[in-house]
Every structure is written in C-alpha cells, then in structure tokens.
C-alpha cells in the first residue's frame, strides 16, 4: 500500500469520486423508486413489505449503467496501477542488472586482452630503471674523478669566480682581503678626476670630482672645492666592480662605515684598473701596519680607531646588545 501510495491517491481521489458519486445515485434512486412502489399499493388499498428487484430493474438501469461505467474505470486504473509498479518495475531491474553485467563483462575481456601487455611493459620498465641507475652511477663516479682532478689547478684571473678556486690547504702570500687584488706598480697614493652617480630621488647623473687616495683614505671633493671633502676610512670600505657594466669602467666603493655605496666611472678600463689597484694597495698596507702593531702616523691611529669604533658599533647595534644578558635590565 504505501508502495503504490504515491499513484494511487489520483485514484482514489479524482477517480474515485465519480465512482462513489455513481453509488450515491444509485441508492438514492433505489429509495426513492421503492418508496413510490409503496405508496402507490397503498393507495390501491394494499400492503407491501419489500419491493421486488424485477419490478426495481427497468426504472434503476440508467443508474446501474453509471455505476457500473464508473466502477470498470476505477479498477482499470488499480490494474494499471498495479502493473506498473509490479511486473514493469521488475522488468526495468531484470534489464538495469543485464545491463550492469554486460558492462562488467566488457571491462574484464578489455583486462585480460591487455594483461600481457601491461606485464611486459613492467619488465621494459625495469629495464630502463636499471639502464637510468647505472648512467648516473657513471656520471657520479666520473665526476668525482674530475674534482679530484681539479685540485692542482689555480686561480689565475683577478676576477673571483671567473676561475677554478686555491685548494683549501693552499697558504696564500701574504694578507689576502678576499677581493680584488690591486698591482704593486700604482702605489698606494693617487690623485686625480673620476665620474661619481649624483644620489637625487628623482634624477642620477654622472658628476665630474676630484678624488685622492693617501694615508688610507680616500678623499672626494665637492663641487663647491671650498668645502672639506668628504672622508672614506678604506679600512671599513670595500671595491666591488659593476657586473653589468658595458664599458668595463665602473667600480663601487662600499662604505661598511655610513651604510653607503659610492659609484664611479673612470675614463677607460686602464684608468679603472688603476684607480683599483690603489684602493686596494693603500688599504692592504694600512692594515698590514695595523696588524704589525707599528703605527708611524697620526693618520694610521686615526683609521684603527675609526676601524674599531665601527666595529663596536656594529656589535652594539646586534640584536640582544641593548639589555644586560643576566637580567634583562636596560642599557
């Protein structure tokens, strides 16, 4: 019943209402025919306790026709009803599960068509597993070889990077600042004229100044010369070339000391060689005179002391350096 609930409400409902109006007439007009036939007998002078269904049959065979009528067209519709939600259903599942077994049956003659092939292709995997594994063991081992090779070669450009690096053990001669190192044949003083980048947040140009190197210094003037020029300590400042630098005459001056960068552009590569070389060979003998502990000037106590006065300042400035290490307490 609550399987059909669903179809058979239109029954008994829509349908069924003509039907159960069908009997209601029928009855009505059963009534009302008898109680005719009693009161005409008794008119007639006769008593009569029930009415016979021969004498009822000619005047209810409309209404009887109409229940009827209604009576087949309800029951067609349960049998349709029925049908549908029996018989029907049942044959769209048995059809559903041939379906489901067709399909299933396809995919497993499509696995066991290629079964052989995907086995043999695991095998030609392997193979190619193995070949690969044997090729990088190769390469490894004939790299290592290569390395071990190389241990006996040195750096012969100027240019770190540029060449295969010392050994580890190798001693270099001397103090090595681990930078570009300057030639001997320049000194360690220069004077001259050298193009230095304006640092204007809007516009950078190229400005002609006259720069000096001496006493471990570097001098820049302004373009007004009557100002004292501008001071770099070369002990906390260090040359780096320009990698993108066309011309190949351009060098920075890093200044570890006001967190500075200063460019500048020589007149041609010989002109920037040189210019490195003494900035390089006045720092290297000034520190060289500062590790051996034997100042002869003012101006060399005056760059150490710039030197370690950068240095604490450095360390100060070091995160956990403003507070004390046991308490916490403020400097």
């Known amino acids: 019943d609550s399987f059909l609930k669903g179809d058979l409400k239109g029954a008994k409902g829509d349908l069924k209402k003509p039907f159960d109006k069908a009997w209601k007439d029928y009855e009505a007009k059963f009534s009302k025919t008898e109680k005719e036939k009693k009161k005409q007998a008794q008119e007639a002078g006769m008593v009569r306790a029930e009415i016979s269904g021969a004498e009822l049959a000619e005047e209810m065979e409309k209404e009887r026709k109409i229940f009827q009528l209604q009576m087949c067209e309800y029951l067609i519709k349960v049998n349709e009803i029925r049908s549908k ?45 193995q070949r690969q594994d044997a090729e990088k063991k190769q390469l490894v081992e004939l790299r290592e070889t290569l390395k071990n090779s190389m241990t006996s070669y040195k750096e012969t450009n100027r240019f770190s990077g540029s060449g295969w690096a010392p050994p580890v053990n190798s001693t270099p001669a001397g103090y090595s600042l ?71 005459k351009c060098f920075d001056l890093v200044s570890s000391l006001n967190n500075r960068t200063y460019h500048f552009q020589a007149d041609d590569t010989k002109e920037m060689d040189a210019w490195i ?45 403003k507070e004390c290490g046991d308490c916490g307490a403020a400097d």
């Open 277 to 321: 070389s003494v900035l390089n060979n006045a720092k290297e003998e000034i520190l060289m005179q500062a590790f051996k502990d034997s100042p002869n000037s003012s101006g060399l106590n005056q760059s150490v002391r710039e030197l370690t006065s950068s240095i604490m300042d450095r360390i100060r400035r070091l995160p956990g350096n």
């Open 85 to 129: 939600k029996g018989s029907d259903l049942l044959q769209s599942l048995a059809e559903y599960y041939q379906a489901q077994a067709n399909f299933f049956r396809d995919g497993l003659r499509t696995i066991q068509h290629f079964h052989d092939f995907v086995e043999e292709l695991g095998k030609q995997i392997q193979k190619i597993r």
């Open 178 to 248: 681990h930078q570009l190192t300057g030639d001997k044949s320049h000194g360690c003083q220069k004077t001259g004229n050298l193009l230095k980048k304006s640092e204007g947040r809007m516009r950078r140009v190229w400005q002609r100044r006259k720069c000096s190197i001496r006493d471990g210094c570097m001098y820049i003037s302004h373009h007004d010369e009557s100002k004292d020029p501008v001071k770099l300590n070369l002990l906390t400042c260090q040359v780096k070339l320009v990698p993108d630098d066309m011309g190949k």
